[in-house]
C-alpha cells in the first residue's frame, strides 16, 4: 500500500506546479519557524554538552559556546559506566532486531502462503493483541519473568527465585517478536508474486527452501522496516528496563541516563553529553533508513 | 501440490519409500506452518494473550507478591472508583488528552499540508520535524528539563527578554502538567505529520483544481475540501495520539513523577506506582484493566475508521 502511496506522489508532482498553492513565502516562514522550534531542543542540548559550567550558568543565552569544553563528555563516559551500559543497550538491541526479523518473516511467510486448519482463528487472535499496549500488562509480564523456570534461583515450577529479574535475558525476553512484524511482513510477502515460488516447487524445491532461497533473499526493504522499528523500540525501550534490571552493570543506555541525573544533581553538562550519546546513534540510524520509515508510518501508532 | 501428484503413482506400484513418506510430511502445508509459527506464537501467547486474563484474574485479588493472591472480590474496583487519587489520575489523564490533542493534531495537520506541495527542501524539513519522534522519551525529557530548568533554564531566559518573571515550570501545581502537554505536543508532530502525508496524497488532485477554478482561495480549499475529506484520517489520528497519551509513563517519570499535588499522576503512572512503588499487584491490575478498556473502545474507532476508510 505504501509502495503505492509513494508512486502516486510522485506522478502528481508536475500537477502540483499548476494548483492552487499558499503563498510561497508564507510557508516558508510558517514551516522554517515551525522548524527552529522542533529542532531548537537538540541543538541546545549539543550547544550546553561543550560548554563550561561558567557559561552554561551565565546570564546570558549562547548558543556558539565560546571555549570548546570536550571534558563533559570523557566525565560522562567515566561516571556512568559508559562502556558497559553502551555494550549491554547493542547485545539487547542487536539480539531484538535480528529475533523480530527472523522470526517476523518466518510467522509473516506461513500467514500469506500456507494453509492450514486453524489460520484464521490464530490469524485473529495475534491481530486483537495488536490492539493492547506493553505498559497494561506490565503486571503479569512482569510476574512472568520472575517465574521463568530454572533461571534465577527457581525450580523447575517458577517458584523460589526472581527467575529472569535482573538479568539482561530478561530485558531482551519481550522483545523477541512483535506482531506489527508479523504483519509488515505477511503484507509484503502478499504482494510477492506467486508465480516463481510455484516454479521453484515444481522444481523439486521444498516449502522451506523456497522461504530461505526465494523470499528470503528478495525480502529486504521489508526487513529495513522491520529492523528500524525494533531498532527503535529497543534502543529507546525505557519502563521495562526500569521494572526488570536493578544492577547498575546490567543497565541499559536509557535506564542509565535516567538515573545519572539523580546520582549527578544538576550537572546538566555532563547530563547533555551522556544524552547526545544516547540520541546520535539513534539519529545516524534515522538518517540512513528513513526510507523504510514511510512504508510502517500509518501503523506506526499501534506499536507492540 | 504438484509434486505430490505427480509422486502418487510411485507409491501405488513400488513398496512405500519411507524415506519420501517423511519428505511429504515435513513438506506439507501444516507441519512448516507449524514448525514456522512454533516459536512466535508461543512467544505472543505467553506475552500478549495469556497476560490479559491474568491481569483480570489478579485484579480481582489482594496480592502482594510474597503470599500467593487471596480472592478480594470488587474491592479493587470500588478502591479504584472511590479513592480520590486515583480518581484524579483518571481525571488528569482526560484532561492532558483534552488538553494535547486538539492542538497537536492540528498543528501536524497544517504542517502536513504545507509540506505536501513540491517546495525546495521539503525532504530536510520533514526529517526536521521528525527527529523528536526518533530520540528517546528519556533524552526529550532530559532536554526539556534543562530549558524547564527554573534557575538557568532556556524558556525562563528567553521570557526574560520580553519581560516575563522566570517560572518554576515542572513545580508549579498550575504549570506542570502544561509543561508536559508542551513536550508531548512537540514530540509527537513527527509522527502524527506523517500520517497526514499519507492521506493527503490519496485525496484525488482534480477535486481541489476543481475548487481553485472555481474560484475557492487556498484557505477555503484547506478548511472546506481538504479537511472534509480527511476527516476519517484526522479521526485515526485523535485516537492513536490519545492511546499514546494513556500509555505515556517515561515522561512523568523524567519530569515530574506524578507531581506536584498529584497534578501530573496519569493513570499509567498509578499502576506504576501501586505495583512497583507499594507492592499492590492486585490494585495496579484493576487500574490497567479499566486502562486497557479504555484504549479498546478507542482502538476499535481507530480500526473501523481505518477499515472504512481503505474500503472507500
Not at chain 1, 174 to 203: H, M, T
Amino acid at each position: 500500500m505504501a509502495a503505492g502511496l509513494s508512486t502516486q506522489s510522485s506522478r502528481h508532482e508536475t500537477f502540483t506546479m499548476r494548483e492552487a498553492r499558499l503563498p510561497l513565502l508564507l510557508t516558508y516562514i510558517f514551516l522554517a519557524i515551525g522548524a527552529v522550534v522542533m529542532i531548537m531542543p537538540f541543538v541546545w542540548m549539543v550547544s550546553t554538552s561543550v560548554k563550561p559550567d561558567r557559561e552554561i550558568f551565565g546570564d546570558t543565552i549562547r548558543w556558539i559556546p565560546q571555549e570548546l569544553d570536550l571534558q563533559n563528555y570523557t566525565d560522562a563516559f567515566e561516571q556512568t559506566n559508559m562502556p558497559r551500559i553502551f555494550a549491554n543497550t547493542v547485545l539487547v538491541t542487536a539480539v531484538a532486531v535480528a529475533s523480530q526479523v527472523l522470526l517476523g518473516s518466518m510467522a509473516g511467510y506461513v500467514f500469506a502462503r500456507l494453509r492450514f486448519r486453524g489460520k484464521t482463528v490464530i490469524f485473529f487472535a495475534l491481530l486483537t493483541t495488536m490492539m493492547v499496549p506493553f505498559e497494561v500488562l506490565i503486571i503479569p509480564v512482569f510476574l512472568l519473568i520472575r517465574a521463568f523456570p530454572l533461571a534465577g534461583g527457581n525450580n523447575i515450577l517458577g517458584q523460589g527465585g526472581t527467575g529472569l529479574i535482573n538479568t539482561l535475558g530478561g530485558v531482551m525476553f519481550p522483545n523477541f517478536v512483535s506482531v506489527f512484524g508479523v504483519f509488515l511482513f505477511r503484507q509484503f510477502y502478499l504482494s510477492f508474486p506467486k508465480e516463481i515460488e510455484e516454479a521453484a516447487i515444481v522444481d523439486g524445491c521444498s516449502r522451506i527452501g523456497v522461504y530461505w532461497r526465494i523470499l528470503i533473499p528478495n525480502s529486504k526493504p521489508v526487513m529495513g522496516t522491520m529492523a528500524l522499528f525494533a531498532f527503535l523500540w529497543s534502543w529507546n525501550d525505557f519502563l521495562w528496563p526500569l521494572v526488570v534490571v536493578k544492577e547498575d552493570s546490567l543497565k541499559t543506555i536509557q535506564l542509565g541516563l535516567s538515573v545519572f541525573d539523580q546520582e549527578q544533581g544538576t550537572a546538566w553538562a555532563e547530563l547533555m553529553a551522556a544524552s547526545v550519546m544516547a540520541v546520535v546513534p539513534v539519529i545516524i540510524l534515522y538518517i540512513f533508513l528513513q526510507r523504510f520509515l514511510v512504508s510502517g508510518g500509518l501503523t506506526s501508532g499501534l506499536k507492540g | 501440490m504438484s509434486v505430490a501428484l505427480k509422486r502418487s503413482p510411485l507409491t501405488d506400484s513400488a513398496p512405500v519409500d519411507w524415506r519420501q513418506r517423511i519428505y511429504q510430511v515435513m513438506n506439507s502445508q501444516a507441519f512448516v506452518a507449524l514448525l514456522f509459527l512454533l516459536l512466535p506464537v508461543a512467544l505472543l501467547a505467553a506475552l500478549k494473550i495469556w497476560p490479559v486474563f491474568y491481569n483480570l484474574y489478579l485484579s480481582f485479588t489482594r496480592y502482594e507478591l510474597f503470599e500467593p493472591p487471596r480472592f478480594y472480590g470488587l474491592k479493587n474496583y470500588s478502591y479504584v472508583f472511590t479513592n480520590s487519587t486515583v480518581r484524579q489520575s483518571i481525571f488528569n489523564t482526560l484532561l492532558f488528552t483534552i488538553e494535547a490533542v486538539p492542538i497537536g493534531t492540528a498543528l501536524a495537520l497544517v504542517i502536513a499540508k504545507l509540506l505536501n506541495q513540491s517546495i525546495r527542501g521539503r525532504v530536510f524539513l520533514r526529517t526536521l520535524y521528525y527527529l523528536p519522534v526518533v530520540s528517546s522519551v528519556v533524552v526529550s525529557a532530559m532536554i526539556w528539563r534543562w530549558i524547564y530548568s527554573p534557575q538557568h533554564g532556556l524558556l525562563n531566559h528567553l521570557l526574560g527578554t520580553v519581560g516575563i518573571p522566570p517560572q518554576n515550570w515542572l513545580n508549579d501545581p498550575n504549570l506542570a502538567l502544561i509543561s508536559l502537554v508542551i513536550v508531548t505536543i512537540w514530540g509527537s508532530i513527527g509522527s502524527n505529520m506523517v500520517i497526514f502525508l499519507a492521506g493527503l496524497q490519496d485525496i484525488p488532485r482534480d477535486i481541489i483544481e476543481a475548487a481553485r477554478v472555481d474560484g475557492a482561495n487556498a484557505l477555503q480549499n484547506f478548511l472546506l475540501i481538504t479537511v472534509p475529506l480527511l476527516r476519517p484520517v484526522i479521526l485515526f489520528v485523535v485516537v492513536t495520539f490519545t492511546i499514546s497519551i494513556f500509555r505515556n509513563f517515561g515522561l512523568i517519570f523524567m519530569l515530574t513523577q506524578g507531581g506536584p499535588f498529584n497534578r501530573t499522576n496519569t493513570m499509567v503512572w498509578e499502576v506504576y506506582q501501586n505495583v512497583f512503588g507499594y507492592l499492590r499487584f492486585g490494585r495496579g491490575a484493576a487500574i490497567s484493566v479499566v486502562m486497557l478498556l479504555i484504549v479498546l473502545v478507542l482502538t476499535m474507532i481507530s480500526f473501523r475508521v481505518l477499515r472504512d476508510r481503505q474500503g472507500a
